[in-house]
């Protein structure tokens, strides 16, 4: 075939079609047009009629947003995702942004506390978890972390009387997974080691203990040479299965509505993992007598031995107990893992802190243990102004977001000087990023990127440019659960190690943001 008869054939076939492919395409072209801009020009009325103006549009993320998606993409697995929002926010000094996905989602990105004030308490109804139900369901079922509304509602209540202040001061079951953990250390013999793994361990066995009434003991392993102290079917896979299963809820939450692309064997074998062990320790209480009950939860607090007493749903009781175990259990690792990050890069704070410590409790063999209570912790001022300091520079959930339930506004960062409210119409997405809020120098003074627990001895009134645990109705349930915790385990480790090296870990530390954040690399010390 000659190459113009060729040519020439294919034209004549294209003339064929084309009448009917310019048809449906441009009639689709058409519509999409029309409704995209439609949509906008309503959103500009209702925008102009509220006496709104967006804030500075985010360029680099052109009309469909996929550019500042794929950065974001290539920051996450850097470890830098974190960073470059705050290096982003010094080009906005108005504290917010907005782009907008091929003109038909707008997301608005905030780090103004006021802004953040409007999201979390003053228009809470107007904000919902957006599709973070969908995204967790498989895991978690419903609990008081994936609820919106009602679900929400009675979820709150049935679960806040258990974090009353009484029930939180059981320190004392914290003490043998800190002999183990210390072990652990000690057998390290001042080499290079990864505290990080340790906390994470530490931290399941606890809230196993404390959720479930019996410990998985993930710290129990063949270095240490020690006997199982019970048996749990199932327990040796808990810890790992945990992790997985927590690793992609974030890629789920991480791709919104495209959420049902990431469902993978992997996954769903480790949701099953972790419900058979849950659901062994919910029918175990569940046969409990009452007075089996009474006499099981007489020396600690167990949280599944409590709830057991206000609803017998197994469903209930299995899905709720697994939304405290994400809740508390990495962000618990994480400040503990930057914590002793920052203590092994300042020497002086740590040497301050072990004196505060040993004044009240002793040190060494002769530790007053039982004098380490939720009370005498409080009265470490210096110890309360490390972990805040921590929580300043290394929020759990550096960056969060709500969903508008309905057409509505913020209060500031829109026009030029930023004094405007900002439209939100229905179905949009703020996303606030307390890391940057938590930087800025506005509130925290021009040495807000270093460590200094020293600025929190005469801090003036921060509202909420502080807000590691969140505000408003659905404040953190357990945040003096965590902060005693994390003080009596950096009590005890003050009291049992003289000397915290810092052995070569990158400064300022790679993040891996899952769920919550903490150090993509792990920390890496020295401790005797
Ligand atoms: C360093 C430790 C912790 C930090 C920084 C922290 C931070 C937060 C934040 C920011 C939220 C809000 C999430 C959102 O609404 O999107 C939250 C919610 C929650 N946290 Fe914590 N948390 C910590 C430890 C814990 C612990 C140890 C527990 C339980 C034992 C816990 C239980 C909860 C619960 C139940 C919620 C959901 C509250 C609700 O939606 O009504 N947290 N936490
Ligand atoms: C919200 O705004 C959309 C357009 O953005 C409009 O179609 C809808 O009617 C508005 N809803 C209310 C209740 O005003
Ligand atoms: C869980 O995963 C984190 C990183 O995602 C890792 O640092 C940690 O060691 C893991 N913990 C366990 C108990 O497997
Ligand atoms: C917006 O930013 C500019 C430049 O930093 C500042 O002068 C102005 O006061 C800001 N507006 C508001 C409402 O904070």
Known sequence: MSQSSFINQIHSLGLEILPYFTKWYSVLIIAIIVYIGSLNLINLYNSNRLGCKNPPF????????????????KRKNNGRLADWADETFDQFPNMSVYLNVCGLLKIVFTVDPENIKAVLATQFNDFSLGTRHEHFAPLLGDGIFTLDGNGWKDSRAM???QFAREQIAHVKSLEPHIQVLAKHIK??????????????????DTATEFLFGESVHSLYDSKLGLEYPNNIPGRENFADAFNISQKYLADRAYMQMFYWLTNPKEFKECNKKVHYLAKYFVDKALNFTPEELEENSKDGYIFLYELVKQTRDPKVLQDQLLNIMVAGRDTTAGLLSFTMLELSRNPKVWSKL?????????????????????????????????LDETLRLYPSVPINFRTATKNTTLPRGGGKDGSDPIYIPKGSTVAYTVYKTHRLTEYYGKDSGEFKPERWENMPRLGWAYLPFNGGPRICLGQQFALTEASYVIARLAQLFTTLENRDNIY???????????????????MK
Do not use: W
């Open 508 to 526: 300022p530390p790679r993040k891996c943001i899952h769920l919550t954040m903490n150090l993509e690399d792990g920390v890496y010390l020295g």
């Open 58 to 73: 985010y360029k680099k993320a052109g009309f469909t947003g996929v550019p500042a998606l794929l950065e974001a993409v």
């Open 187 to 204: 057998n390290n013999n001042f080499k290079t080691f990864d505290l990080q793994e340790l906390f994470f361990r530490f931290t399941v």
């Open 159 to 161: 679960l806040r009387p």
């Open 354 to 386: 072990r004196q505060e410590i040993i004044e009240n409790f002793g040190e060494g063999e002769d530790a007053n243990i039982d004098e380490i209570t939720f009370e005498s912790l409080k009265k470490c001022k210096y110890l309360k102004s490390v």
